[in-house]
């Protein structure tokens, strides 16, 4: 029961974030490049924990737990890598771009891009992982 209850709270918020999504996209106007591209990247992981999702909602109906040991053990690692991408990127992305345009970049990017590069890691390593099983 406790299994079906995170998958359904999870389908939710999927579904509310790609509503949110949707209007921000309709009420968005003229969109820059960065812009684009942080949204290209939100959706690609919106999508990836869409997927994760469906394989637990499929474990479920099998009458299987919706995660085993070597998933949990897969989600231990996957967070990890994404916790340090999350370090390397606060430090890096403006050290990076002081460099490429000798200007500071701005605080609020620097939390967007350590967001999202964590994020992008975590879904990667998560489905490679659970892909080679290892």
Known sequence: MKDKI???LALLITILVLLTLAVYI???GTM???ELLSLAIVIVLVLAATYIIWNRAKNIRKGLPAKDERLININYKAGY???IA?????VGAPV???ILFNHELEGHLVTAIVVLISGFIFV???LYL???GK
Do not use: C, P, Q, R
């Open 6 to 8: 995170g998958v359904v």
């Open 86 to 90: 999350a370090i390397w990127s606060a």
């Open 130 to 132: 659970a892909w080679k």
């Open 81 to 83: 890598y994404g916790f």
């Open 32 to 34: 820059e490049l960065t």
């Open 26 to 28: 309709m009420n968005a």
């Open 124 to 126: 990667v390593s998560y």
């Open 96 to 98: 990076v771009y002081d």
